[in-house]
Structure formats: structure tokens, C-alpha cells
């Protein structure tokens, strides 16, 4: 039985809008002298004491807004930000978008910001600096009067998109999406589900986060458990975690949902969770307690009868189970398991043959069905279907051996 929230049962009828007809020159000339999708800025220096001054405003300056990366600099990069202000290196400006009159919020630069803040906050002490290796290990507050002088000279310029740029919010989160997207592609490149966290803001998106948080789940996947502290701070532990810094933990909660639906499959495997997530924005308060349910249930689910094996591979060469899980088993596993809830405690009660039979589901299919070797909508398919049918197979044995029972004549009336 497929589980779904009730917007998810009209999410795929909404047809894809089509091109326009082509415009002529005359319809692009007036278009452009409109001045229609023309980005309104200002520009602004400020010395950096005065800068982080105004950081304590309330709501003058939200430091990390929907779409910003989990990713943070190190000691030894804030420092050297710090070292290129003491030595007038040009710094490239922090680019702004004013979501209400003289109300900002960080669309580029956030980690600039938070070294220039932590440095005068006295929290950050300097590290790893080349040309002023002698300041290494002190504070703002621990620096030579002169050289605290200098830094207190030094400006930072920022860019600001300002309200006039669009008309209405819908129109401001598409222009935000927009230059977002512009002043990333010439850095360190995104990764599919940190541009989607990026640009789809919503509900849904918030939920798959807060789902990536729970224990059990960063259990599974190896990714360290951090306090609620932690989360606006993370530790160099999570920092250093490549599935939370890329967003593959909130992918694979993702997967889960899209994969539901796996008739609507096409374009590959990024296109689809994309066409879902954009589909999900829409998704209200009763589809996120449903979806929240339905995963947290198939979860546990999933432990309940793998237990430590949860999500992790038959290793036919070694002849034992892989110490870390995969996520195109954990695909199987999970909209496989999604479909038999109702069954939740027969699974349980005979895990040891569900467990029995999965390690003959990896012996006797080929190599890479069920660890993401092949990746086409058939590969797909196959291995959710072969996993689905292993966990059916004994209900139907069960209810075909019921029915032959109550076929057999009773002998008892017989005279």
C-alpha cells in the first residue's frame, strides 16, 4: 500500500508551463527599456568597527538566511582574512539583498562577516598567518595598538539588491534564486541538493532537515550527533563530515519521498528529486505531519528488523555485511518497507528470515544490482521491486496456505 500526504495525490497533474513563442526585436527593445528584470543596487563602505557595530542591531543583518551552505571557514582562513585587512589586501564585497527597508540578509559573504564579527568579538586568535606570523595566537584585544589602529582604517564594501528590485515576494525569491545561483558558479561548486536547499525554500524543505537531525538516522549514516547549540556553532567534527557539509544526508531523505513515486521517474536520478522538491513547495502543514510520520515509522521500521545491518550491503567477496550502509540498498529498503506498514509486526516477528532472505537476494542477483552500480530508471526499478517481493513472498505463502486450509474437507461431518 502506497502512504501518501494528500498533496502528494495532486502533485504530478500540474503540467510543465510551456516556452513562449519567440518575442521580436521590437517586443525585446521595449522590454528592456521598461527596464523589466533590472536588478536595482547601491553600493556602501563601512569601517569595520562601525560594521560589526551595526551587526547587534535587531534584524538589521540575518547572517544566515534559507539558502546558505552548511560549510564554514576554519581558524587559519578567518585569520587570514583578518591578515589581508592588516596588510590592505583588497577584499572582494559582501553582496546583500534588503528584504524590508534597512533589513538585510547575507546573500553572499556570510563567512567573511562571521570572521571580521568573531575577530573583534575577541573569539577568534589568530593562526596560521605568513606575512605577520608574530601576531599568531593573539586576539583583537592582544594586538599592538598600531596594529589594532590599522585594522580599525580598514572598510568593508558591500553590495545591496534593495526592495525596488522586485515587485512582489514572489518576484524577490526568484531574483534572490537568480544571483544567487550567478555568484556561486565561479567558486567552490555546489552540490545538487545544496543548490536545491539553496532555491526551494519551503515547508518540505524545512522537514527534511529537521529529519537528518534525529540520533538514530546520523547513527546510521556516521555523521556525529551534535547538541542544539551545536547546530548554529557545528563542531570541527561535523564540519569535517563530507555527507553533512555536501547535503547528502538531506538527499537521502529526499530519495525516500521522490522514489515513492517512482512511475513519474525520468531524466535520471538529480532531475527527478529536483521536479519533486519543486512540486513539494506547495505542501502544507497536514502533507509535513504526514510525511513526517510516514518516514520516522519507516525508519524505525527498518531497524527494527536490520538492526545494526540497517541500509548495509551482503559483501559477497568477504562473505559478511558491510560496515557502512548504501544508499541505493538504503532506496530498496526503505520504499519497499514504506508500502508494508501495515505489516509492521509480522517483519518484526520473523527478521531473522527477512534478514536471511536478503543476504540470498544479494547471492543470487548480479553484482551491483542492490549497491548503485547501475543507475538507469530499470536499475532503479529492479532492485525496489526484487527487495518489495523478498518481504511479500512469506505473507503470500502464508495467505495461499490459509485459503488451502480452509479448502480441505472436514472430515468430522462426514457420516
Known amino acids: 500500500m502506497l502512504f501518501i500526504a494528500p498533496s502528494e495525490a495532486r502533485m504530478w497533474q500540474k503540467q510543465m508551463s510551456l516556452p513562449r513563442q519567440m518575442p521580436s526585436d521590437a517586443e525585446i527593445n521595449e522590454k528592456y527599456e521598461s527596464g523589466e ?10 569601517k569595520l568597527p562601525n560594521f560589526v557595530e551595526a551587526l547587534k542591531k535587531p534584524n538589521y543583518i540575518l547572517l544566515k538566511p534559507f539558502y546558505q551552505r552548511r560549510k564554514r571557514w576554519d581558524a587559519i582562513r578567518q585569520s587570514r582574512l583578518i591578515e589581508s585587512f592588516i596588510i590592505n589586501v583588497p577584499v572582494p564585497p559582501i553582496f546583500l539583498y534588503e528584504k524590508a527597508y534597512n533589513s538585510y540578509e547575507v546573500m553572499d559573504g556570510q563567512q567573511r562577516i562571521t570572521a571580521i564579527q568573531e575577530f573583534y568579538e575577541n573569539r577568534l586568535r589568530l593562526k596560521g598567518l605568513e606575512r605577520w ?36 515576494e514572489e518576484e524577490a525569491t526568484t531574483l534572490k534564486q537568480l544571483v544567487f545561483e550567478r555568484l556561486n558558479t565561479g567558486g567552490v561548486r555546489l552540490s545538487h541538493q545544496e543548490i536545491r536547499n539553496a532555491l526551494y525554500q519551503s515547508k518540505f524543505n524545512t522537514l527534511l532537515l529537521e529529519l537528518t537531525k534525529t540520533p538514530q538516522f546520523r547513527d546510521c549514516w556516521d555523521i556525529p ?9 557545528p563542531s570541527f567534527r561535523l564540519l569535517s563530515n563530507r555527507m553533512w557539509q555536501t547535503m547528502e544526508d538531506v538527499e537521502l531523505v529526499l530519495r525516500f519521498f521522490a522514489l515513492r513515486h517512482f512511475e513519474y521517474f525520468q531524466g535520471g536520478m538529480q532531475p527527478f528529486l529536483t521536479k519533486y522538491s519543486i512540486r513539494a513547495l506547495t505542501f502544507g502543514d497536514e502533507d509535513i505531519a504526514a510525511l513526517t510520520t510516514l518516514f520516522q515509522r519507516t525508519f524505525q521500521l527498518a531497524q527494527d528488523v536490520f538492526g545494526e545491518r540497517t541500509f548495509r550491503p551482503y559483501n559477497l567477496r568477504k562473505g559478511r555485511w558491510d560496515k557502512s550502509p548504501q544508499k541505493a540498498f538504503y532506496d530498496a529498503v526503505m520504499v519497499s518497507l514504506s508500502r508494508r506498514l501495515e505489516s509492521r509486526d509480522e517483519l518484526v516477528q520473523r527478521r531473522e528470515s527477512v534478514i536471511t532472505k536478503t543476504e540470498e537476494l544479494f547471492v543470487n ?19 525496489i521491486e526484487l527487495f518489495g517481493k523478498m518481504l511479500a513472498e512469506p505473507a503470500a505463502r502464508e495467505a495461499m496456505s490459509a485459503f488451502l486450509e480452509k479448502r480441505k474437507p472436514d472430515f468430522s461431518k462426514i457420516a
Open 37 to 46: 528584470q533590472r536588478i536595482v543596487t547601491e553600493s556602501n563602505r563601512e
Open 133 to 168: 606570523p608574530e601576531l599568531n595566537g593573539r586576539s583583537y584585544q592582544q594586538l599592538p595598538s598600531k596594529i589594532k589602529s590599522g585594522i580599525d582604517r580598514r572598510s568593508i564594501s558591500s553590495i545591496v539588491l534593495l526592495k525596488e528590485s522586485a515587485q512582489d
Open 365 to 383: 542477483n548480479p553484482s551491483g544490482t542492490f549497491t548503485g552500480r547501475g543507475n538507469t530508471k530499470a536499475d532503479i526499478e529492479n532492485r
Open 225 to 233: 550527533r551534535v547538541t542544539e547549540a551545536e547546530e548554529s556553532a
